[in-house]
């Protein structure tokens, strides 16, 4: 299906393992804006808590499955090799604003 298909070109196939939690946020959110189309109902995503809420569990999720899966070495992911050393010093503080801003900005 659709969603199944979109997890396999993102992820690869061992990203079908975050199949059902993706499937149910996927239909979480479509219906929950879905139900904001109805005039005077209620659109539970269109406050700040519930996207926010959404996307802390989901960088959360992703954080402690990189840790489990890669151990210390998740945190290479903030200094890629090969840069020179002094580089370093402003490239992790911009790596790790780009990797929580991301979740919050989607």
Known sequence: GFV???IRGT????????FPFVFTL???ILFANMIG???YA??????????GALAMLVIGIVIVFGLWKNGLKFFKL????????Y????????EIISF???PLTL
């Open 4 to 6: 199944a298909d979109m």
């Open 11 to 18: 992820a690869g196939e061992e990203g079908l393992r975050f």
């Open 26 to 28: 996927f239909f979480f």
């Open 37 to 39: 189309m109805v005039p």
């Open 42 to 51: 209620f659109t539970t995503t269109s406050h700040v808590i519930v996207t």
């Open 78 to 85: 903030f200094a890629p090799s090969g840069a020179p050393w």
């Open 87 to 94: 580089i370093y010093i402003l490239l992790i503080p911009i």
């Open 100 to 102: 929580v801003a991301r």
